[in-house]
């Protein structure tokens, strides 16, 4: 009997989480204008949970939506040393989800660049920023989805305020700077141990990545153990510091009502600053003196 009722149990908090999570993307969809009619979505599959969960939960709504638009899932295969290169085709193809797999071996370039014990996620982003932008337009995509989260976000205004010395996030909406694409986070809402949970309930097939996370050195791992601390200390603080992004520098945070995100459109006109926040880490910080940040966009 009790086994039963752990597995009614288990299922319950399933379809719970699987609704909340469902609930947040369709909201910032809605919030920012991000998917429209006819677009064809460029999910970018890197193969962590997040990404995982991003396809997902988009295939989900793609179904129930009023509206129609097409997905097509691209993978970077960066040619990493024992990257399982049959894993995500092998996924894909038993959900029916077309998709790309680009090769480019950008993991030897960032080896050869960046000095042992450096952080590699500078280089390694705007590389791979690159080749998703050609990718998109040679696919015909209108808008380019990121996984990126609401812990990315808050953690990014941390890394620049600590780092940087600005006040700057993730932009849930933006064009490229090439004015050409408009990137979009749909997953803006979520928390990242909501995705954890989910993608162990979904069983995603994982593959971990030894150029980003592994790194003991990112100044994101600081914030992020911080802001652990914070909630830990203070439940509700981290919540409250999301919503509190709505006070400062709008027109890249997230008050919808201060800015307006449905009018962020590709208009083939490059900006610099266009995607100034779309790298992992945003800011791209190197510098072994303090009080000298070299920015590399």
Request: net charge positive; charged share 25%.
């Amino acid at each position: 009997m009790s086994t039963y009722r752990q597995a009614h149990k288990s299922v319950f908090e399933a379809n719970k989480l699987a609704k909340w999570l469902r609930r947040a993307v369709g909201e910032a969809i809605a919030d920012y204008g991000m998917i429209e009619q006819g677009d064809r979505v460029m999910v970018c599959l890197s193969g962590g949970k997040d990404s995982f969960g991003l396809l997902d939960v988009l295939l989900h709504l793609r179904d129930r939506a009023p509206i129609d638009f097409d997905l097509i899932a691209v993978n970077l295969d960066q040619k990493q040393p024992g990257f399982p290169a049959d894993v995500l085709p092998a996924y894909l193809n038993s959900l029916g989800v077309p998709f790309h797999i680009e090769e480019q071996d950008t993991y030897s370039i960032v080896k050869r660049l960046i000095p042992e014990g450096k952080t590699t996620c500078s280089l390694c982003s705007r590389l791979r920023r690159g080749v998703l932008y050609r990718v998109a337009g040679e696919l015909g995509a209108t808008k380019i989805a990121l996984g990126h989260h609401r812990d990315d976000i808050l953690e990014t205004l941390f890394l620049n305020m600590f780092f940087g010395g600005t006040l700057k996030a993730m932009s849930p909406k933006l064009v490229s700077d090439d004015g050409r694409h408009v990137v979009i986070r749909p997953l803006a809402y979520c928390r990242e141990a909501d995705l954890a949970q989910w993608a162990e309930v979904r069983q995603f097939p994982i593959i971990p990545c030894n150029l980003c996370g592994s790194q003991p050195n990112l100044q994101r791992a600081q914030v992020k153990k911080m802001l652990a601390e914070w909630q830990k200390r203070f439940p509700g603080r981290v919540e409250t510091l999301f919503r509190s992004l709505s006070n400062v520098v709008p027109s890249h945070l997230m008050d919808t009502r201060l800015y307006d995100f449905g009018k962020v459109e590709a208009d083939g006109r490059a900006n610099p600053a266009g995607d100034y926040a779309f790298d992992d880490e945003s800011l791209v910080l190197s510098s072994d003196k303090p009080g000298k940040v070299r920015v590399l966009l």
